[in-house]
Every structure is written in C-alpha cells, then in structure tokens.
C-alpha cells in the first residue's frame, strides 16, 4: 500500500494582456487577473509559495509559484 506523504506542484503562469483592449486597460486588467489569482487560492485555503512574479516589457506577469497538490499535506515543499 502507498499514501503520499507530502505533494506540490510548481507552475509558471503567464497573464497575458488581452490584444483588444488599449494597452493601460490592458495591463489593468491583468493586475487584477493577478489578485484574483491570489485570492482564490486564499479563498480555497491552498498553500502555495510565489517563488517568482516579474512584470515583461508589454504589462504582461509571468508568475512562478509552488503550490499544494489537490488537498495533499505539503510537507517541508514550501519552506
């Protein structure tokens, strides 16, 4: 019999702008997209651990977060 003992999964996410908007509405739009994100995870009372969050030369995040699997325990993945 096996049971995992501790799971995570690392994602990188990239927020894209939406091309038919002007570009500030745009970039608005993405930070909000962004908190959005966030809060859901709070919401749902995931763990995660956001390793990296750049902003690219056009507005768009590409975010790099390590993040619970499922319901699994984390163990010592976010530390």
Do not use: W
Request: contains cysteine; hydrophobic residues 30%.
């Amino acid at each position: 019999m096996k049971r995992v003992k501790a799971a995570c999964i690392t994602q990188t996410l990239h927020f894209m702008l939406k091309e038919d908007l002007g570009h500030d509405y745009a970039v608005k739009m993405v930070d909000q997209e962004v908190l959005k994100y966030k809060g859901s995870l709070e919401k749902s009372r995931t763990k995660y651990k956001i390793l990296s969050e750049e902003r690219q030369d056009d507005g768009s995040v590409i975010m790099e977060i390590k993040k619970q699997y499922n319901t699994s325990p984390v163990g010592n993945y976010l530390e």
